[in-house]
Structure formats: structure tokens, C-alpha cells
């Protein structure tokens, strides 16, 4: 079942239902990109985003509430951390993807080369001319 919301131009589907739509955001997956070599504080990802606090908070909240970010205070800092196993879903139905592309670059690959053979003349019979 999809939720949709209006943002006052555009109806969308909900991001908070799942990992699929929160990671369809760039900001998201930029903040996913810095939690990938570890925990950081609200303020780095600002700071390192060069976006207004309330933006990145928001972007927080969403990958919290489909369980691709943990929180945990410390003093007065939130600390937010990577949690990949939402991701795991997205993974395996884009493998299928993957597949697909590496077979047919692998044909590619087959066509360029016999294109080259032909190009050097080998293969083709002929002689240069």
C-alpha cells in the first residue's frame, strides 16, 4: 500500500514507508555516504553537507524511521550511525539489475573484439589492400 503526500506542488509517495524511497533522495544517500566510514554528529553532517540544520534533521528523521540510520545521545550531541541491513532488500532486487548489465557488456565486449579482429585483418581472410 503506497502513502501519498502533498508538498504544495506536487503529490509523491511517502518516504518513510521504505529504504526504496528514503535512498531515492540525493541528500539521503549523500548523508549514507559519510555514515559509511562511521558515526558522526549532527553538526559534522552539516557542516560537511553545507545544508541548513533543520534540512539535515529532517533527512535524519526519514532514515531513521525506515531503520537505515541509529541514533544515540552523548551529552548534548546526537550521534548518528549507518545501519545497512534496510539496504539488503535494494541489494538483491538491484543484483538482478547487475546481471543483466554484465551480460551485456559482456557481449559488447565479444562484438568489440571481433570488430577489432576485422579491423586488423585477421580473421577476415583478406588481405590489406
Not at 4 to 22: I, P, S
Request: aromatic share 6%.
Amino acid at each position: 500500500m503506497s502513502i501519498w503526500v502533498y508538498d504544495g506542488a506536487v503529490a509523491r509517495a511517502a518516504t518513510t514507508t521504505d529504504a526504496f524511497n528514503a535512498v531515492a533522495e540525493p541528500r539521503r544517500r549523500q548523508i549514507l555516504d559519510l555514515l559509511v566510514t562511521g558515526e558522526r554528529a549532527v553538526s559534522e553532517l552539516v557542516e560537511q553537507l553545507g545544508l541548513a540544520q533543520p534540512l539535515v534533521s529532517k533527512h535524519l528523521r526519514v532514515l531513521r524511521e525506515v531503520g537505515l540510520v541509529q541514533v544515540r545521545e552523548e551529552g548534548r550531541n546526537r550521534l548518528y550511525r549507518l545501519n545497512p541491513q534496510p539496504l539488503k532488500p535494494l541489494h538483491e532486487w538491484l543484483s538482478t539489475y547487475e546481471r543483466l548489465w554484465d551480460e551485456r557488456f559482456t557481449r559488447l565486449d565479444v562484438v568489440l573484439a571481433e570488430l577489432q579482429e576485422d579491423e586488423d585483418g585477421q580473421g577476415s581472410g583478406d588481405a590489406p589492400r
